[in-house]
Nanobody, 122 residues
Framework: QVQLVESGGGTVQAGGSLRLSCKTS????????MGWFRQAPGKEREFVAA????????IYGDSVKDRFTISRDNTVHATYLQMNSLKPEDTAVYYC???????????????WGQGTQVTVSS
């Protein structure tokens, strides 16, 4: 049974930082690329970042480039999203996802977590 469980969300003031974690089970880390998406109320799900199996390649959405960093540790089946210089517009539910092929389209990702809420106050 495949499970993705996010943690690390919360409320932070603008300019602050948060680190999200995603622990996977039932997946072989060397077989899946990982990604983060987010969805704010009334908006479509938005691509945030993705990382290849071996961490060689990373992709970022334009709105988070230079502020967010995705990383992974295959030894503990974990993927991380370090979020710095947070803005109120970063407020959303953040989801981690796993894909056979790295990309930015949500339809490419086969497995999803339940999400973790991030709220940035001004």
């Amino acid at each position: 049974q495949v499970q993705l469980v996010e943690s690390g969300g919360g409320t932070v003031q603008a300019g602050g930082s948060l680190r999200l974690s995603c622990k996977t089970s039932g997946l072989t880390p060397s077989s899946y690329h990982m990604g983060w998406f987010r969805q704010a109320p009334g908006k479509e799900r938005e691509f945030v970042a993705a990382i290849s199996v071996s961490s060689i390649r990373t992709i970022y959405g334009d709105s988070v480039k230079d502020r967010f960093t995705i990383s992974r540790d295959n030894t503990v089946h974990a993927t991380y999203l370090q979020m710095n210089s947070l803005k109120p517009e970063d407020t959303a539910v953040y989801y981690c996802a796993a894909a056979f092929q790295i990309g930015t389209d949500a339809s490419q990702f086969s497995y999803w977590g339940q999400g973790t809420q991030v709220t940035v106050s001004s």
